[in-house]
């Protein structure tokens, strides 16, 4: 299995732009998160997913922020528009049992 | 509130020579502990799950333990390729945080040749 799988790697956008982060989770996992880390706050929870369908998304910081998961293998988290404390990297994981399962992460740069 | 606290924030150490991390948890119930290993522009990777008290596991150079309020790993004779930030997160045992990882900050270690 390829593992999670997460892109863009990196993103430098400019303020007021519109970003879109996407992940492909591991197949056959039913549950799928986004996490942002940062030096400051560690990593933290943005919302979850539990077959396809949003169930917690309390961790997302503004209206800013929008996550979907059209379907089992995909998932996107969209920023709009992106501000300079938005920098950050985002993780998508998966779950499947306590098996959770990290992606490589996309770092974003707003400037 | 449910709060997960590592230290220490960063630890230097001589090849060989052996410590541990500390976790420690303060959550109305403890479903499992889990920790992680974070290499740098890398996402966090699977190390441990521990369920109760008492528990210990062990891979290699690494064992972690559980009590009520905390989880140790300890590091026996490490090496560089051991250099990395290591995670601790709890998964409670009620309502909807059964589905969330709450994360500490980490513990950034360093082994020098």
């Known amino acids: 299995d390829a593992g999670v799988i997460q892109s863009p790697r990196h993103e430098v956008t400019e303020m007021g732009q519109e970003v879109t982060l996407r992940c492909k989770p591991i197949?056959?996992?039913?549950?799928l998160f986004w996490y942002r880390q940062t030096m400051m706050r560690g990593l933290e929870l943005l919302i979850y997913?539990?077959?396809?369908?949003?169930?917690?998304d309390s961790g997302m910081p503004e209206d800013r922020f929008s996550a979907k998961m059209p379907n089992a293998s995909f998932s996107t988290l969209k920023i709009q528009p992106s501000e300079p404390r938005d920098s950050a990297v985002y993780f998508c994981?998966?779950?499947?049992?306590?098996?959770?399962?990290f992606g490589s992460g996309t770092r974003l740069t707003v400037v | 509130e449910d709060q997960v606290t590592q230290s220490p924030e960063a630890l230097r150490l001589q090849e060989g020579e052996s410590s541990s991390l500390n976790c420690s948890y303060t959550?109305?119930?403890?479903?499992?502990l889990f920790w992680y290993r974070q290499d740098p522009g890398k996402g966090p990777e699977f190390l441990f799950t521990l369920y109760s008290a008492g528990e210990e596991k062990e891979k290699e150079r690494l064992k972690a333990t559980l009590t009520k309020k905390e989880s140790f790993l300890h590091i026996t004779a490490p090496k560089p390729e051991d250099s990395a930030t290591y995670l601790c997160?709890?998964?409670?045992?009620?309502?909807?945080?059964?589905?969330?990882?709450?994360f500490g900050t980490g513990t950034l270690l360093a082994v020098q040749p």
């Open positions: 959550v109305s119930g403890l479903r499992g």
């Open positions: 997913f539990n077959n396809n369908v949003p169930i917690d």
């Open positions: 994981a998966s779950r499947h049992g306590d098996g959770y399962t």
């Open positions: 997160a709890v998964r409670m045992n009620y309502g909807g945080a059964t589905n969330k990882l709450i």
């Open positions: 197949s056959g996992h039913d549950y």
